[in-house]
């Protein structure tokens, strides 16, 4: 099977539940700022700006974590969550196994199973629990401006690329939007092959 990008902030709930059905795919990770990347594609965060959209996807995200077999439980504390820190922390870590250990728990803490995410140590802490190797060094990394400067030109990148939301998906040059476009993204993968 083809290799697949995957472009998502931990703020979307949409890409926790893309990221539940990965299982085996060889993903290279791309976190990035989801509204940063709107401002600069000119979209709006529809399910925030209007109550009727939200009040919907509430509902229908219970849908897809019970078609899933996922928990769905929003972290009570998501308004004073930074979601850049959590972009930064995951961007201090080389992409490849650990990275993608690092946004399972950082998903999983957001929407799943919800976890302590305020502040760099309690990420750190996560993240060490879920065998991030060297994720107490990240304590004093992540808030640094090496690593916001890394995130801002991963915002470029991903607006350069097309993105204009999370979760996006790219098989090669063919680029998916959303959760429900996983089976067109499986068939590209196997077209790829």
Same mark, same amino acid.
């Given at each position: 099977?083809?290799?697949?990008?995957?472009?998502?902030?931990?703020?979307?709930?949409?890409?926790?539940?893309?990221?539940?059905?990965?299982?085996?795919?060889?993903?290279?990770?791309?976190?990035?700022?989801?509204?940063?990347?709107?401002?600069?594609?000119?979209?709006?965060?529809?399910?925030?700006?209007?109550? /009727?959209? @939200? !009040?919907? $996807?509430?509902? &229908? +995200?219970?849908?897809? =974590?019970?078609?899933?077999?996922?928990?769905?439980?929003?972290?009570?504390?998501?308004?004073?969550?930074?979601?850049?820190?959590?972009?930064?922390?995951?961007?201090?870590?080389?992409?490849?196994?650990?990275?993608?250990?690092?946004?399972?728990?950082?998903?999983?803490?957001?929407?799943?199973?919800?976890?302590?995410?305020?502040?760099?140590?309690?990420?750190?802490?996560?993240?060490?629990?879920?065998? /991030?190797? @060297? !994720?107490? $060094?990240?304590? &004093? +990394?992540?808030?640094? =401006?090496?690593?916001?400067?890394?995130?801002?030109?991963?915002?470029?990148?991903?607006?350069?690329?097309?993105?204009?939301?999370?979760?996006?998906?790219?098989?090669?040059?063919?680029?998916?939007?959303?959760?429900?476009?996983?089976?067109?993204?499986?068939?590209?993968?196997?077209?790829?092959?």
């Amino acid at each position: 099977m083809a290799a697949v990008e995957f472009h998502f902030d931990y703020r979307s709930p949409y890409s926790y539940l893309a990221m539940t059905q990965t299982g085996d795919i060889d993903l290279t990770l791309h976190p990035f700022d989801v509204i940063d990347v709107m401002k600069r594609v000119g979209n709006t965060p529809t399910t925030i700006t209007c109550k /009727v959209k @939200g !009040a919907y $996807a509430s509902v &229908d +995200l219970g849908r897809w =974590a019970r078609r899933y077999g996922v928990p769905m439980s929003p972290n009570p504390k998501m308004r004073e969550i930074d979601g850049r820190r959590l972009l930064r922390a995951t961007l201090a870590i080389p992409d490849g196994p650990e990275r993608r250990k690092a946004a399972t728990a950082l998903f999983s803490a957001m929407w799943g199973e919800p976890a302590p995410l305020g502040s760099p140590a309690e990420i750190a802490a996560l993240l060490t629990s879920a065998g /991030v190797a @060297g !994720a107490a $060094a990240l304590t &004093d +990394l992540m808030d640094g =401006a090496a690593l916001e400067a890394l995130l801002d030109a991963a915002d470029a990148a991903a607006a350069d690329r097309g993105v204009f939301g999370s979760p996006t998906f790219f098989v090669g040059t063919e680029m998916f939007f959303g959760n429900d476009r996983l089976e067109f993204m499986r068939d590209a993968m196997g077209a790829a092959a």
